[in-house]
């Protein structure tokens, strides 16, 4: 995949050329608001007419479902900004885990920016523009169909430019859209997160799609060593052997523990540690996922637990792995099971922790189309197949985020003026809803700077 990146840097560049010229050559058709450059054009003014008067009965049915999607969205948006700052005043380590601020724009090349590719996959200029342009779209679009459907006057649609970044824009009759009822404005508001929600599903039904037809499953993907719990009494001795620390025991038993967890805890401070059976595939610092041993390919867990149930302690295994399209090959010797069954050990398995909240149960429930343990290959052109899978998940996760974010309750977002509208709406007081709309943007403003303030004084 190195290559792709030049490729994508020389994209990036013949991009920004483009824009430029784009830019330059139609100077007398553009405006400028700082640094941003607004092209008009009716591009888009036809659509959105046919739309919005042919489909009346559709749309003005989900009205209701687009504010009940919006103030879902806001209510996320606003616990999981709260959520956030909980965790980083709670859980100061966060930082050592996460280097990225934890409000910075999204931006390409992000993951490897701030060496966060175990968490994300990589996010290619290709991806950004390609996802932006199609966010972009149609949340403006969505905004325009129902301003035409309740006759708000439609003054342009067109692009913005901020440098190489696009975006798109339908600017209504601010007077027209305020003279509407509640429920319509807040449906125009809403529409464009709608959409973006809408087309998120969509993508995520292609994405799982196309795994289905490019990937199968090809290996066990181990995460962890066997492991157990001894008391800290019992240790006898400890010798560093790289990452891994061999640890002597009065039973006469050698154990294994990461040298980093140890070094960062005062063992006389704990009755138990966690620790590695002296096993096998520790000792040997086994990686990647297991795609054969001896003759057998191994696919998943089960072609594993299998293979190992004809095996004695002593037998001589050849074990090969997969590491990012790299295979090693390990010679290995089988050791006795600790649960003295009289079957070869290796020492290896798969360690999940149980979900916790909402947000981490939806993630598992949408991403169990896959088993977390089962290494999946690509069955064609592996790098191009892995090249448009994250390019569809990415469309889907910008898709979703444009769409939370965008119901924040602030004045410059859609969520700004919905949350005043709401506000107003159920206390049957503009005046309320003017001030819940100045507390609300205080406290969110006030998140964020002690967000950014308890993530830099943990960095520096």
């Given amino acids: 995949m190195v290559s792709f990146w030049v490729y994508d840097v020389g994209f990036l560049i013949l991009f920004s050329v483009w824009v430029a ?67 980083y005043i709670l859980h100061p380590e966060i930082t050592k885990v996460i280097k990225a601020p934890p409000i910075a724009p999204l931006i390409p090349y992000f ?10 996959p990589p996010f290619y200029f290709t991806y950004f523009i390609l996802a932006l342009a199609i966010v972009a779209i149609v949340h403006e679009f969505s905004h325009g169909i129902f301003m035409r459907l309740f006759k708000i ?44 929600v809408f087309f998120a599903l969509i993508f995520y039904g292609l994405y799982v799609a196309f795994f289905f037809i490019s990937f199968s499953a090809s290996g066990y993907a181990f995460n962890a060593y066997a492991d157990v719990a001894i008391p800290t009494a019992n240790i006898t001795g400890m010798e560093i052997q790289g990452n891994l620390t061999r640890i002597m025991t009065t039973s006469g038993k050698d154990f294994y523990a ?35 041993m001896n003759d057998a390919k191994i696919r998943e867990q089960e072609d594993i637990v299998t293979f190992m149930q004809n095996t004695e302690p002593g037998d001589m295994v050849k074990v090969i792995t997969e590491d990012e399209g790299e295979q090693i090959e390990y010679n290995i010797v089988l050791g006795e099971h600790p649960l003295g069954n009289g079957l070869g050990y290796l020492g290896i398995g798969y360690g999940q922790v149980a979900p916790k909240g909402f ?27 892995y090249f448009f899978y994250h390019l569809l998940w990415w469309i889907m996760i910008i898709n979703l985020l444009v769409a939370i974010f965008n119901m924040l309750p602030l004045g410059m977002l859609d969520g700004g003026r919905f949350f005043y509208l709401t506000i107003w709406g159920i206390t049957r007081s503009e005046k309320v809803g003017k001030i819940a709309s ?23």
């Fill in 111 to 120: 993951p490897k920016l701030f060496g966060m590719q175990s968490f994300f």
């Fill in 21 to 87: 010229w784009f830019l330059r050559s139609r100077k007398k058709s553009l405006s400028r608001e700082g640094i941003i450059f607004m092209y008009r054009t009716q591009l888009g003014v036809k659509a959105i007419k046919y739309i919005g008067d042919n489909f009346k009965k559709m749309l003005h049915a989900l009205k209701y479902v687009i504010i009940t999607v919006g103030l879902a969205l806001m209510g996320t948006m606003i616990w999981m900004l709260w959520t956030t700052l909980s965790i």
């Fill in 153 to 196: 006057k439609i003054k342009s649609t067109g692009l913005v430019f901020l440098g190489p970044i696009l975006g798109a824009f339908v600017e209504e009759d601010r007077k027209d859209f305020e003279k509407k009822t509640k429920i319509e404005q807040m449906s125009v508001l809403g529409a464009g997160v709608f959409a973006n």
């Fill in 359 to 385: 947000i981490q149960n939806a993630l598992i429930f949408f991403m169990s189309f896959k088993d977390r343990s089962t290494y999946y290959a690509p069955t064609w052109d592996g790098e191009f197949v």
């Fill in 438 to 460: 100045k507390v609300m943007k205080y406290f969110i403003l006030a998140v964020f700077v002690l967000l950014m303030y308890f993530w830099f004084i943990r960095i520096i």
């Fill in 258 to 292: 990461n040298t980093a967890m140890l070094e960062q805890i005062n063992l006389s401070s704990y009755e138990l540690i966690p620790v590695y059976y002296d096993a096998p595939a520790v000792k040997i610092r086994m990686e990647g996922a297991i795609v054969q």
